[in-house]
């Protein structure tokens, strides 16, 4: 079972990364649908999963290069965002579609 404190830290994902991406100009990932968060290493590792069922496998392969470029604006604006009271540390964000 996880920790409430690991939960939150879910839950707060949840709700910053699709903020995140709608900062990117890039219309392939800035709307993407964030579909579920799983912390891992305390609050150093976040796997993140996305909706791809609306891409082919070309596409996909191409919105995961496009979010490894855009990983450390990503984690940036998820760390400055972070609500008062919530500690992320987020050393790894993996984005991976379903």
């Known amino acids: 079972m ?3 404190n690991l939960q939150r830290t879910e839950s707060l994902l949840m709700e910053l990364l699709p903020e995140a991406l709608a900062t990117l100009n ?3 990932i800035n709307t993407l649908a964030i579909t579920g968060v799983n912390c891992k290493n305390g609050k150093y590792d976040a796997v993140v999963y996305y909706d791809g069922s609306d891409f082919s496998k070309e596409e996909i392969k191409q919105i995961n290069d ?5 990983n450390g604006r990503i984690k940036s604006y998820v760390l400055t965002s972070a609500t008062v009271g919530i500690n992320v540390q987020i050393s790894n964000l993996k984005m991976i579609t379903l």
């Not at 496009?66 to 855009?70: I, S, T």
């Open 66 to 70: 496009l979010l490894f470029k855009a």
């Open 26 to 28: 890039d219309t392939r």
């Open 2 to 4: 996880k920790s409430i």
